[in-house]
Nanobody, 116 residues
């Protein structure tokens, strides 16, 4: 069982920045595939960014060049630095962990609101 706890969401003006954090429990963090997903009202949950155990990132086209995913295995934490935020980035952001067995775990979500 893996527990994920997100933090860092909030209200930001368009063009602003936020940094999300997700802390994982358990001892296998360094071999988990980690990801950030988001879900806006009335829309399906979508992948925003993922990062492999080796640190290779991948991004949705909509956030390339603006968001950066990173991980600190010593702190069992994955981050999402979000820059140049747009109103369409507003959503609940969820942390995801995919473990060796293929099981997936989700955090409770953190709200990001982009509004002037």
């Amino acid at each position: 069982q893996v527990q994920l706890v997100e933090s860092g969401g909030g209200l930001v003006q368009p063009g602003g920045s936020l940094k999300l954090s997700c802390v994982a429990s358990g001892s296998g963090f360094s071999i988990y595939h980690m990801g950030w997903y988001r879900q806006a009202p009335g829309k399906e949950r979508e992948l925003v960014a993922g990062i492999t155990p080796g640190g290779r990132p991948n991004y949705a086209d909509s956030v390339k060049g603006r968001f950066i995913i990173s991980r600190d295995n010593g702190k069992k934490t994955v981050y999402l630095q979000m820059n140049s935020l747009k109103p369409e980035d507003a959503a609940v952001y969820y942390c995801n962990a995919r473990v060796v067995s293929g099981d997936e775990y989700w955090g409770q979500g953190t709200q990001v609101t982009v509004s002037s």
